[in-house]
Protein backbone atom coordinates (compact mmCIF):
# COMPACT_ATOMS: atom_id res chain seq x y z
CA UNK A 1 0.00 0.00 0.00
CA UNK A 2 1.40 3.02 -0.95
CA UNK A 3 0.48 6.73 0.87
CA UNK A 4 0.69 9.62 -1.12
CA UNK A 5 2.67 12.17 0.08
CA UNK A 6 1.02 15.76 1.21
CA UNK A 7 1.48 18.37 -1.28
CA UNK A 8 0.33 22.20 -2.00
CA UNK A 9 2.50 23.56 1.45
CA UNK A 10 3.95 26.52 2.06
CA UNK A 11 7.05 27.28 0.97
CA UNK A 12 8.91 28.67 4.62
CA UNK A 13 12.11 30.13 5.46
CA UNK A 14 14.74 27.83 6.75
CA UNK A 15 16.50 28.00 9.92
CA UNK A 16 19.93 28.91 9.74
CA UNK A 17 22.93 26.48 12.06
CA UNK A 18 23.18 28.41 15.58
CA UNK A 19 19.42 28.84 16.27
CA UNK A 20 18.81 26.40 19.46
CA UNK A 21 16.10 24.16 17.98
CA UNK A 22 19.10 23.31 15.48
CA UNK A 23 21.21 21.70 18.16
CA UNK A 24 19.31 20.12 21.00
CA UNK A 25 16.99 16.41 20.19
CA UNK A 26 13.39 17.16 18.99
CA UNK A 27 9.95 15.60 20.60
CA UNK A 28 9.09 12.55 19.48
CA UNK A 29 5.67 12.61 17.07
CA UNK A 30 2.31 11.75 19.09
CA UNK A 31 -0.20 12.82 17.26
CA UNK A 32 -0.78 12.07 13.31
CA UNK A 33 -3.21 14.66 12.21
CA UNK A 34 -4.11 17.36 10.15
CA UNK A 35 -1.69 19.72 11.56
CA UNK A 36 1.04 17.29 11.18
CA UNK A 37 0.05 16.82 7.09
CA UNK A 38 0.06 20.35 6.69
CA UNK A 39 3.40 20.48 8.34
CA UNK A 40 4.94 17.84 6.22
CA UNK A 41 3.39 19.61 3.17
CA UNK A 42 5.20 22.61 4.33
CA UNK A 43 8.30 20.86 4.45
CA UNK A 44 8.28 19.45 0.83
CA UNK A 45 7.22 22.32 -0.77
CA UNK A 46 10.25 24.32 0.99
CA UNK A 47 12.85 21.56 0.12
CA UNK A 48 12.08 21.40 -3.39
CA UNK A 49 12.32 25.80 -3.36
CA UNK A 50 15.51 25.21 -1.42
CA UNK A 51 16.74 22.42 -4.04
CA UNK A 52 16.94 19.78 -1.44
CA UNK A 53 17.27 16.36 -1.37
CA UNK A 54 15.78 16.23 1.99
CA UNK A 55 14.72 18.40 5.26
CA UNK A 56 14.21 18.06 8.83
CA UNK A 57 11.66 19.56 10.68
CA UNK A 58 13.83 21.69 12.95
CA UNK A 59 14.73 23.01 9.67
CA UNK A 60 11.74 25.24 9.45
CA UNK A 61 11.89 25.80 13.06
CA UNK A 62 9.45 23.16 14.17
CA UNK A 63 10.46 20.92 17.23
CA UNK A 64 8.91 17.61 16.03
CA UNK A 65 11.33 14.52 14.69
CA UNK A 66 10.18 14.53 11.37
CA UNK A 67 12.03 14.54 8.26
CA UNK A 68 10.98 14.44 4.97
CA UNK A 69 13.48 13.48 1.55
CA UNK A 70 13.27 12.83 -2.68
CA UNK A 71 16.51 11.80 -3.50
CA UNK A 72 18.42 8.95 -5.16
CA UNK A 73 19.48 5.66 -3.77
CA UNK A 74 22.82 3.82 -5.41
CA UNK A 75 21.30 2.17 -8.51
CA UNK A 76 20.01 5.94 -9.20
CA UNK A 77 16.44 5.50 -8.64
CA UNK A 78 14.79 8.29 -6.94
CA UNK A 79 12.93 7.45 -3.52
CA UNK A 80 10.74 9.76 -1.59
CA UNK A 81 9.38 9.73 1.64
CA UNK A 82 8.37 11.02 5.30
CA UNK A 83 9.71 9.56 8.05
CA UNK A 84 8.44 9.94 11.87
CA UNK A 85 10.59 9.19 14.90
CA UNK A 86 13.23 7.45 13.02
CA UNK A 87 15.16 4.98 14.19
CA UNK A 88 18.76 5.07 12.34
CA UNK A 89 20.56 1.59 11.76
CA UNK A 90 24.33 1.53 10.67
CA UNK A 91 26.77 -1.66 9.42
CA UNK A 92 28.94 -2.36 12.64
CA UNK A 93 32.27 -0.51 12.70
CA UNK A 94 33.71 -3.55 11.20
CA UNK A 95 31.55 -3.82 8.03
CA UNK A 96 31.47 -0.53 7.26
CA UNK A 97 32.73 1.16 3.91
CA UNK A 98 32.67 4.95 4.33
CA UNK A 99 31.82 7.29 1.20
CA UNK A 100 33.93 10.51 1.66
CA UNK A 101 32.07 12.72 -0.44
CA UNK A 102 30.78 16.40 -0.16
CA UNK A 103 28.07 17.38 2.16
CA UNK A 104 26.26 20.82 2.26
CA UNK A 105 22.81 21.46 4.55
CA UNK A 106 19.94 23.78 3.47
CA UNK A 107 20.68 25.47 7.52
CA UNK A 108 24.25 26.53 6.10
CA UNK A 109 23.63 27.50 2.19
CA UNK A 110 25.58 27.12 -0.14
CA UNK A 111 28.97 25.78 1.91
CA UNK A 112 30.07 22.00 1.72
CA UNK A 113 33.10 19.80 3.00
CA UNK A 114 33.87 16.24 2.92
CA UNK A 115 32.21 14.32 5.69
CA UNK A 116 32.62 10.68 5.99
CA UNK A 117 29.72 8.38 6.13
CA UNK A 118 29.06 4.66 5.78
CA UNK A 119 27.41 3.74 2.44
CA UNK A 120 24.92 1.78 3.92
CA UNK A 121 21.90 2.98 6.21
CA UNK A 122 18.41 1.95 7.02
CA UNK A 123 15.78 4.05 9.22
CA UNK A 124 12.50 2.55 10.76
CA UNK A 125 9.81 4.87 11.49
CA UNK A 126 6.07 5.60 10.62
CA UNK A 127 5.00 8.25 8.11
CA UNK A 128 2.80 11.01 8.66
CA UNK A 129 -0.50 8.69 8.87
CA UNK A 130 1.15 6.71 11.21
CA UNK A 131 2.00 3.61 8.94
CA UNK A 132 5.06 1.68 9.70
CA UNK A 133 7.67 2.50 7.07
CA UNK A 134 11.78 1.86 6.69
CA UNK A 135 13.75 2.33 4.38
CA UNK A 136 17.15 1.57 3.15
CA UNK A 137 19.95 3.67 1.64
CA UNK A 138 22.68 1.42 -0.32
CA UNK A 139 24.94 3.72 -1.71
CA UNK A 140 23.97 7.04 -4.25
CA UNK A 141 22.20 10.30 -1.94
CA UNK A 142 19.24 8.41 -0.19
CA UNK A 143 22.73 6.60 2.39
CA UNK A 144 23.69 10.06 3.08
CA UNK A 145 20.85 11.71 3.52
CA UNK A 146 19.08 8.93 5.73
CA UNK A 147 21.81 9.88 8.22
CA UNK A 148 21.60 13.58 7.68
CA UNK A 149 18.57 13.87 8.26
CA UNK A 150 18.31 11.66 11.29
CA UNK A 151 21.22 13.97 12.72
CA UNK A 152 19.31 16.74 12.67
CA UNK A 153 16.17 15.46 14.96
CA UNK A 154 18.87 14.69 17.39
CA UNK A 155 20.01 18.08 17.23
CA UNK A 156 23.27 17.02 15.30
CA UNK A 157 24.47 19.46 12.60
CA UNK A 158 26.83 18.15 9.79
CA UNK A 159 29.33 20.03 11.01
CA UNK A 160 29.75 18.78 14.35
CA UNK A 161 30.96 15.49 12.62
CA UNK A 162 33.49 16.98 10.60
CA UNK A 163 37.18 18.28 12.24
CA UNK A 164 37.35 21.63 13.57
CA UNK A 165 39.46 22.77 10.65
CA UNK A 166 36.70 21.86 7.99
CA UNK A 167 34.29 23.31 9.86
CA UNK A 168 35.59 26.67 10.12
CA UNK A 169 36.24 26.41 6.15
CA UNK A 170 32.14 26.06 6.67
CA UNK A 171 30.98 28.79 7.93
CA UNK A 172 33.94 31.44 6.16
CA UNK A 173 32.04 30.01 2.64
CA UNK A 174 28.40 30.12 3.99
CA UNK A 175 29.92 34.05 5.14
CA UNK A 176 31.49 35.08 1.75
CA UNK A 177 28.20 34.24 0.02
CA UNK A 178 25.57 35.10 3.03
CA UNK A 179 24.10 37.81 0.94
CA UNK A 180 23.22 35.18 -2.03
CA UNK A 181 20.49 33.99 0.87
CA UNK A 182 18.22 36.43 2.63
CA UNK A 183 17.00 35.36 6.59
CA UNK A 184 13.45 34.64 4.68
CA UNK A 185 15.26 31.93 2.42
CA UNK A 186 13.57 29.72 0.26
CA UNK A 187 10.30 31.78 1.21
CA UNK A 188 12.01 34.74 -0.76
CA UNK A 189 13.96 34.12 -3.66
CA UNK A 190 17.99 33.31 -3.44
CA UNK A 191 19.64 36.76 -4.83
CA UNK A 192 21.25 35.85 -8.15
CA UNK A 193 25.43 37.22 -7.27
CA UNK A 194 28.31 37.26 -8.75
CA UNK A 195 28.56 33.53 -6.89
CA UNK A 196 26.12 31.44 -9.49
CA UNK A 197 28.48 29.05 -11.41
Avoid at 24 to 41: C, F, G, I, S
Wanted: charged share 25%; glycine share 10%; hydrophobic share 35%.
Amino acid sequence: MSVTLPSGGTVRPITRWGEPVMHHKLQPVTEYDEELERLVADMFATMYAAEGAGLAANQIGVDLQVFVFDCTDGAGKRVAGVVCNPVLTLPDAGDRNLDDSEEGCLSLPGAYTFCARPDWSQVDGTDHTGTPVTYVGEGGTLARCLQHETDHLMGTVFGDRVSSRARKKLYKQAEAIAEDYPPEWPAVARVSGAHDL
